[in-house]
Each structure stands twice: as C-alpha cells, then as structure tokens.
C-alpha cells in the first residue's frame, strides 16, 4: 500500500493569513494526488484533484501543487469558515489511501 | 442534485455481519459511467477506503478488508450496499457511501453521503 505523510498535524493560523500543508507519498504517485475538507460533523468534500485542478464550485483561494512524491495544499487568505481537517488522498494504486489528516484552527 | 443515503443498523454485536445500504437519488447507477464505494471513519480518526463496485458489478476491495467485505449493487432499487462479516470492536466507525469522479476506481470521491455510524458492542 501506498501510505501518505502529511504535515503538520494540527495548525493554528489567523484570518487572512497564507496557510499551506503538505503531502508525501511512499512512491511515486504522479499527479493522483486529491485534498479533502472535513469539517466537524460533516462528510468530507473535495476541493482539489489531480494534485492542482480546482473542484467546481470550490473557492479559488485554494490551491494544490506537486507531482511524483511531494504534494502542497494552500490557503491563500484563510477565512473563518476553512476551520476544518484536511486530508490529501492518492488514487494512482489501489488500494487508495489517505493522510492521517491535518487539523486547521482559526486563532 | 445527486444525492446519497447511508442505511442500515447503527449496532451490531460482535462476530456477526455488519449490512449498509447506499441509496442513490437525483441520478441513475444503472445509466451512469462511475463507480461507486464505501468509506469508513472510525471515532476521532482518519478515512479508510473499504472498496467500490461499477453497474456491472466488477469490484474492487481494500485487501486489509478483503476476506471479510462484500459489496453488491442493485440498478433496479438504484442502491449499493455493503456487508462486512465477523465484525470486532475495531469495526466501529462512521461508514461512507460515495461516488467517484468517473468510469474507474481511480478516481476522487466526488459525492458524499452523510455517513452513518455503525457501533460494534455486545
């Protein structure tokens, strides 16, 4: 299986700033690399896939980059409501796999 | 609006089967090119890819699961389901349905069911 690294675990950041987190693969996974939110009580939702493509409807302060093994998440101005955990997710293998989540707190 | 709808026993005792039912509405499995799968999460942890199945059938399971997990599908009552036999504590989770993005497996979750919980308890 291919297992997925993320980094930080938890963050805590301010409205408005710039947050970003990243994913590694065990392998090569090209491009199948997917980020997820989860916000509390709810299923996740997708926001980005293919490692950079923005899912529709999904606002365009997020974004995703990488290929290969290392992949970024990034918040370009953090609003209240991205309070969620966010999980990347490789779909090149099966069987999938996610990271183990990464927690973003509004301070 | 494609939605889905988890259903099924939020208990089950232990070493017996665990049976969900994902009913799909707002469009049809039997017409449609995608695949569709379960997801689980147990309490306080992170998402666990259990398996998913196409119209036709053709499946595909997570191999941590594998000799324990069926997943069927009905076109007729627009549903899928999924049973998971000689369940343990370990089984306790959040259970998923969803579909992917297009015609394979290997694809991203694009619609979500709500998810229901599923306790493993005596």
């Known amino acids: 299986d291919i297992q997925m690294t993320q980094s930080p675990s938890s963050l805590s950041a301010s409205v408005g700033d710039r947050v970003t987190i990243t994913c590694q693969a065990s392998?090569?996974?090209?491009?199948?690399l997917n980020w997820y939110q989860q916000k509390s009580g709810k299923a996740p939702k997708l926001l980005i896939y293919d490692a950079s493509n923005l899912e529709i409807g999904v606002p365009s302060r997020f974004s995703g980059s990488g290929s290969g093994t290392d992949f970024t998440f990034t918040i370009s101005r953090l609003q209240p409501e991205d309070t969620a955990i966010y999980y990347c997710q490789q779909n090149n293998n099966l069987p999938i796999t996610f990271g183990q989540g990464t927690r973003l707190e509004i301070k | 609006q494609l939605q889905l709808q988890e259903s099924g026993p939020g208990l089950v005792k232990p070493s017996e089967t665990l049976s969900l039912t994902c009913h799909v509405s707002?469009?049809?499995?039997?017409?449609?090119?995608?695949?569709w799968g379960w997801i689980r999460q147990p309490p306080g942890e992170g998402l666990e890819w259990i398996g998913s199945i196409y119209n036709t059938g053709n499946t595909h399971y997570n191999p941590s699961l594998k000799s324990r997990v069926t997943i069927s599908v009905d076109t007729f009552k627009n549903q899928f389901s999924l049973r998971l036999n000689s369940v343990t504590a370990a089984d306790t989770a959040l259970y998923y349905c969803a579909r992917h993005q297009d015609v394979v497996a290997t694809t991203p979750f694009d619609y979500w069911g709500q998810g229901t919980l599923v306790t493993v308890s005596s």
């Open positions: 392998q090569d996974i090209r491009n199948y």
């Open positions: 707002g469009g049809s499995i039997s017409s449609s090119h995608y695949y």
